[in-house]
């Protein structure tokens, strides 16, 4: 008689069981919520209050509780926690699988209810399967630039991240307790301290809370439960070998083979380091940028005024160390920049005291074309309208005739061709 999805016995591996279940979800607790936290802080490194432009999740009402204003200091903050954040999730992909096929039962387990906690317990386990799927799928296709979802993936991934999150909470809060437990019950085992006695009362309740775990009817194991853990532990280990790599410069990124940046560097000399959009694929014509054609439109309280490169050039020059770091988790290390200060160029049109500006850039379409940048961001001496990297001029990928490089802002903020700066309130 075939056996239904359903019935405990179709499912037969005995490798699951409360113990690797366990071990799984503690790994997954502590990931996801450094997932979740340094996700939350990614989209506020936008300031997406500042302005339209920045705001990617327009309808987010109350979450967006958390936003603050992004800070400038250390310079090497959104490299950090982007790169924990995108590292990390790809790491914890072989984690997360394992999980997934340790609690399948439980998806089919019927009757579909046998309390209000089991009824909660199911709703948020699927919404926990549904939501870990989506998120880490469209992270994924996020770093390796395949938009073959339907929509943005920003608040694609927003709303997904709040939703899969809520369910985190909720099973965690249902099944906290079973798994302390199992794993409390497993420490004693090793150490020999348990009672024969209360360790059978403790199975016998681990076997009723996870009953549809655990087969009525094993096949033969062909790997012990600790065996399973170390090859799930060794692909997530593969996979951070793989895939780290693309947070450093030379040999280091060559090992991110998983990366669409993990590859040779584009070109050679002091602009031989990372892009994501050429000026070709931005549509950057020579034409447009040569020395002839090219102004700077500054506009601020009292009035307009349009500069060449020459007269940027002629202007006072600083430099500044800053690497460049972007959400799809690749950053490189600190490049010498030297420009005009953003404040400089501010008080030119009105404002002594630095405020808020809106950068376009001569990209005529995409995302980020256009971004807002906050008062503290202009204000900081290292935030430069850069003419130059690594002494010597900007290439025609990393934003000639001039760019914007801010500390710890997003890549995206730091706006190449930049065409018109407008000061003021946003």
Not at 398 to 411: C, D, L, Q, S, T
Request: proline share 7%; aromatic share 10%.
């Amino acid at each position: 008689m075939a056996r239904s999805p359903s019935s405990p016995a179709f499912w037969r591996s005995p490798v699951r069981g409360p113990w690797f279940t366990s071990v799984l979800g503690v790994v997954l607790l502590a990931g996801i919520t450094v997932l979740f936290v340094t996700g939350l802080v990614s989209y506020a490194a936008y300031n997406p209050g500042l302005s339209r432009v920045n705001d990617m999740t327009p309808d987010k009402g109350i979450l967006g509780f958390y936003l603050f204003s992004w800070p400038t200091d250390p310079a090497w903050l959104y490299r950090l926690t982007q790169g924990v954040h995108v590292t990390l999730g790809i790491t914890l992909i072989p984690v997360l699988l394992a999980k997934l096929w340790s609690v399948v039962p439980k998806l089919f387990a019927l009757p579909p209810a046998r309390s209000l906690a089991h009824a909660l317990e199911r709703v948020s386990l699927l919404l926990l399967v549904g939501g870990a799927l989506f998120e880490f799928t469209t992270g994924v296709l996020n770093v390796q630039l395949d938009y073959i979802f339907p929509g943005s993936f920003y608040p694609l991934h927003f709303y997904g991240a709040w939703v899969f999150f809520a369910a985190f909470v909720v099973h965690t809060v249902l099944k906290m307790p079973a798994a302390v437990r199992n794993l409390r019950r497993l420490r004693a085992k090793e150490e020999g301290r348990a009672k024969e006695e209360e360790r059978a009362k403790e199975e016998e309740r681990a076997k009723e809370e996870e009953g549809d775990l655990v087969s009525p009817d094993p096949a033969e194991p062909t790997v012990s439960r600790r065996g399973a853990l170390g090859f799930v532990g060794g692909a997530s280990l593969l996979l951070f070998a793989t895939t780290a790599g693309r947070s450093f410069d030379g040999v280091l990124r060559d090992t991110a083979l998983l990366a669409p940046h993990g590859g040779a560097d584009p070109g050679a000399g002091p602009g031989g380091f990372q892009i994501n959009k050429t000026a070709a694929y931005a549509g950057i014509t020579a034409q447009e940028t040569s020395d002839d054609a090219w102004r700077l439109v500054v506009v601020g309280r009292t009035g307009t005024v349009r500069l060449s490169r020459a007269d940027l050039l002629a202007m006072p020059l600083h430099s500044s160390a800053l690497p460049i770091a972007c959400v799809e988790g690749w950053s490189t290390s600190n490049q010498w920049w030297r420009g005009v200060r953003l404040r400089r160029l501010a008080s030119m049109v009105g404002y002594e005291n630095p405020s808020d500006v809106l950068v376009e850039s001569l990209q005529r379409h995409g995302a980020f074309r256009r971004a807002a940048l906050r008062a503290n961001q202009v204000a900081d001496p290292r935030s430069l309208l850069a003419l130059d990297v690594n002494g010597e001029p900007l290439t025609a990928d990393h934003g000639y005739p001039a760019r914007v490089i801010v500390p710890a802002a997003p890549g995206v903020l730091n706006t190449k061709w930049v065409a018109r700066m407008t000061f003021g309130e946003l």
